[in-house]
């Protein structure tokens, strides 16, 4: 291998960073202008828009086939004939799926009850062609760990989305202003993509190394047609059966997780299947228990952290016509702590090519929670919400167990990285419950719990994984100094994993 473990190490680590500066700073963009929007807009507005929006995710799961994850395994010496190839049939994806949304969005308003669902999700369709405009720049940017373009991109869709939104709900427009803010952000993200990356399509339909692409791609869009149904059957449960208004709490009690936790695993998936890509079998499995000993770290306090505030900051964020939030709030921040959890084990199978594991596990598990959500959605959103959180936490466990075999590690090497920090956020847990308490006021419990949790947290975490902090900063930063010279991070893993 080129890359030394801990030039690949310091790559992934900055990668990671350069990705959360993304989706931290387009996040915190969405959080701003959806607590503007909630304001403007009535929760029968969000949830009409979350229906079109789940609608549309469904048919995003076979947007390219898999070709642009395809395209990330490929040699340097594939990559300018492979990236022609997922470019041409991505459009030609991204124009069927646009006229198969107009052509559907009336069957889909109907089955909802919503009439104005046509309309909206015939505009909303548009997002498949823009996206397929710059998919294939984004899988190139990724490839390359360029993360300063994705950053760059998204922070600029998220601006633009958020802009067009406020301006038009300020104009009266409804759950109008939110489609047409999607449309908006994504166009100009499309087009700074293709400022940014240096990669200029040819016109012409190329079926080069098209069989090999689709022969890895297509295993993986299976995948991911059944994460999205595993992780949207919820939304249709409730729209269906308990309406848009419910719907629309129930998203805003998914917001706050979603943006704190459930994008750290999204970073981590992007960031993670190039970087294991690079990985020979032995350093796979020291690559596999740091990622997994870090984002326990940060998703577990997070995850604590939220559900222990969720009623100051639903409070203060979305105002108190949302207080029907605050539960959802707490019970999603647990099933997106399980769901980020599940990232490492899951980017491991999808590298070692053992996806047919992943098809095979996700196909009960999916028929399980659509028969739980058919006895249980009658009960409310509350109810919804605490059946995928049981669920999802079923699923985190048992792909550790079968990664573990993979690799041939045994399982107490796994579960030896999340009791530090799953101790150290239950005293950071239990502080924060007491200060909700005894604090009324939501802006003055956050101004309290907030600094008073992170360093209670920080400090517990030192006095059980010094040696693994430590070794965190030297990867993300070599030839930096430190205090006290402990083990690195593929030490760490390694004796971990004896």
């Excluded at 012409?204 to 149904?229: E, K, W």
């Excluded at 719907?247 to 998936?269: D, K, S």
């Excluded at 992007?270 to 032995?282: E, G």
């Excluded at 939501?442 to 920080?458: C, S």
Aim: hydrophobic residues 55%; glycine residues 8%; charged residues 15%.
């Amino acid at each position: 291998m080129s890359d030394a473990p801990q030039d690949l190490g310091t790559r992934t680590l900055r990668g990671m960073a350069w990705a959360y500066g993304a989706y931290g700073s387009a996040r915190v963009l969405v959080l701003v202008s959806t607590a503007i929007l909630a304001r403007l807009l009535t929760p029968r507005d969000f949830g009409v828009v979350a229906l079109a929006l789940v609608a549309t995710t469904f048919l995003e799961a076979i947007k390219d086939m898999g070709l642009s994850q395809a395209l990330i395994i490929a040699t340097p010496e594939e990559e300018a004939a492979r990236a022609q190839t997922v470019f041409a049939w991505s459009m030609v994806l991204g124009i069927i799926l646009t006229l198969l949304t107009a052509v559907c969005s009336p069957l889909i308003a109907s089955f909802f009850h919503q009439p104005q669902l046509t309309w909206l999700l015939s505009v909303l369709g548009l997002n498949f062609i823009l996206n397929a405009l710059g998919g294939t720049h984004y899988a190139l940017a990724r490839k390359h760990l360029n993360y300063r373009v994705r950053t760059v991109s998204e922070v600029t869709e998220t601006s633009v989305r958020g802009i067009v939104a406020i301006s038009l709900a300020l104009s009266g427009l409804g759950a109008w202003s939110l489609v047409i803010g999607y449309v908006a952000g994504t166009a100009v993200s499309t087009l700074v993509l293709w400022l940014k990356v240096d990669f200029r399509p040819r016109l012409q339909l190329t079926r080069t190394h098209l069989r090999d692409l689709l022969g890895f791609g297509a295993t993986l869009t299976v995948v991911d047609i059944g994460a999205v149904i595993f992780y949207n059957t919820d939304y249709l449960f409730i729209g269906r059966v308990l309406g848009a208004t419910s719907l629309g709490l129930y998203t805003i009690g998914f917001r706050i997780p979603e943006i704190a936790i459930l994008n750290i695993a999204h970073v981590a998936a992007d960031v993670l299947f190039p970087a294991y890509s690079a990985l020979d079998r032995a350093r796979l499995r020291e690559g596999y228990l740091t990622s997994l000993r870090y984002m326990t770290m940060l998703t577990v306090p997070l995850a604590v952290g939220v559900a222990a505030l969720a009623r100051p900051l639903i409070l203060v964020i979305f105002g108190h016509k949302w207080t029907g939030s605050i539960p959802i709030t707490r019970a999603i921040a647990c099933y997106t702590l399980f769901a980020s959890l599940a990232i490492p084990p899951g980017t491991v199978l999808k590298v070692t090519r053992r996806t047919n594991l992943m098809v095979a596990f996700s196909i009960p598990v999916t028929g399980v929670l659509i028969v739980l959500l058919t006895i249980f959605t009658k009960h409310g959103i509350l109810t919804v919400a605490l059946v995928t959180m049981a669920l999802q936490a079923t699923i985190a466990p048992i792909q550790t167990i079968v990664v573990s075999r993979q690799l041939a590690l045994p399982l107490r090497a796994s579960i030896s990285e999340l009791i530090p920090p799953i101790l150290a956020a239950a005293a950071m847990g239990s502080a924060l419950v007491g200060i909700d308490h005894l604090i009324s006021s939501p802006l003055e419990a956050l101004l309290v719990g907030v600094p008073v949790g992170a360093a209670i947290y920080l400090g517990a975490l030192w006095l059980m994984a010094r040696e693994e902090l430590r070794a965190l900063w030297r990867t993300a930063f070599p030839g930096a100094p430190v205090a006290d010279q402990g083990e690195d991070a593929a030490v760490v893993s390694t004796r971990r994993a004896r």
